[in-house]
């Protein structure tokens, strides 16, 4: 029995190879842009859609007539690219179908734009990791090979991989098939989880006993903190007493805290799912849908909500567990 499994990796590239990621990562989101302008502009002025088959077939002349493609993009990179628009547009539908908000595919600007994929391990892309699945070597196309951390708990044969460009630098994501051994099921007690925002979870035991695991508040703890930073930050770049180049400093400190935050708010989670899941045997909990609960209470203009500012305070407190996640 096999089984997918995604690992994770950090990548440290050298200067020039830093560069050669920001300029492929550059070129492969002004192709998203126009590959989204092409289809926009044939339904507006033609009623035609274009497919994503044609738009394909389009790369090896865009190949030969962009100065710095051929050698820095590979082709399954840029397939990776219009593959993922497509799967825009048919998600757009699908919610447009069913009456839901339908959310048109945007243009990308460098930030939004998070990065490309391979389909297979050795076109594109090659992973030589350690003995063991801990660190080792990334080769990518145009790029180079490069040093990769980060420890494989589930190493198997390399699928295929998607770069992401983060605050904390650029990662690796890799896709591994890997043997499944049947996992003998927990013989503990059956318990029932009521998930809380005073306290993270309360767990209740057949035999009557109580446990409950405390909200560690993660966002919470730095709330104040981070808000003041960001007034003085906004103070200082309406009053002009800041240069742009500072201001992106100051801005990548922030996203960068922001960015600890979420990882531990992750690992929290991991280790605690994984925790109750090995402890019993049956784990029953209410259908949480936290889209209604984390609604605003602004109301209307005609029917204006009451206490606003409360239910912001509590939908932050409800975000910062990550009930859906969890």
């Known amino acids: 029995m096999t089984a997918t499994r995604s690992l994770s990796f950090k990548l440290y590239p050298s200067p020039a190879q830093a560069a050669a990621l920001a ?8 192709l998203w842009n126009a590959a989204l302008e092409e289809r926009i502009g044939a339904w507006r002025h033609s009623q035609t859609r274009v497919s994503r088959s044609d738009q394909e077939k389009a790369l090896k002349e ?5 100065e710095g493609w051929c050698g820095l993009v590979h082709t399954h990179e840029a397939q990776v690219v219009l593959k993922r628009l497509d799967l825009a547009f048919q998600a757009f539908f699908r919610r447009l179908r069913a009456g839901e908000t339908p959310g048109f595919p945007r243009f990308k600007s460098a930030e939004r734009f998070r990065g490309w994929g391979y389909k297979e391990h050795g076109n594109g892309f090659r992973v030589e990791m350690r003995d063991g699945g801990r660190h080792g070597h990334a080769t990518l ?3 180079g090979r490069m040093r990769m951390r980060g420890i494989a708990r589930t190493p198997g044969r390399v699928l295929k991989a998607d770069v992401t460009r983060t605050i904390r630098g650029w990662r690796l994501n890799v896709v591994v098939e890997t043997g499944c051994a049947e996992r003998a099921p927990a ?8 998930w809380g925002v005073s306290t993270f979870a309360t ?8 446990e409950e695991l405390p909200n560690p508040r993660h966002w919470g703890l730095e709330a104040e903190d981070l808000k003041a930073e960001q007034r003085r930050l906004s103070a200082a770049a309406r009053a002009r007493k800041i240069s742009q180049r500072a201001l992106r400093k100051h801005r990548r400190a922030l996203a960068r805290r922001h960015a600890k935050i979420a990882a531990r708010r992750k690992d929290f989670l991991h280790k605690t799912s994984a925790r109750i899941v090995g402890r019993h045997r049956l784990i029953a909990t209410e259908a949480l849908t936290v889209r209604n609960m984390t609604g605003s209470a602004r109301g209307t203009a005609e029917a204006p909500g ?10 932050r407190s409800i975000l910062d567990t990550a009930p859906a996640g969890f």
Do not use: P, S, T, W
């Open 306 to 315: 009451r206490n606003v500012a409360q239910k912001a305070g509590l939908n």
């Open 23 to 30: 300029r492929k990562h550059l070129m492969l989101k002004d």
């Open 187 to 194: 013989e503990g007690q059956a318990v029932g989880l009521d």
């Open 203 to 210: 767990l209740a035991h057949e035999d009557g006993a109580f």
């Open 141 to 143: 196309f145009g790029i």
């Open 62 to 66: 865009i190949r030969l007539g962009l």
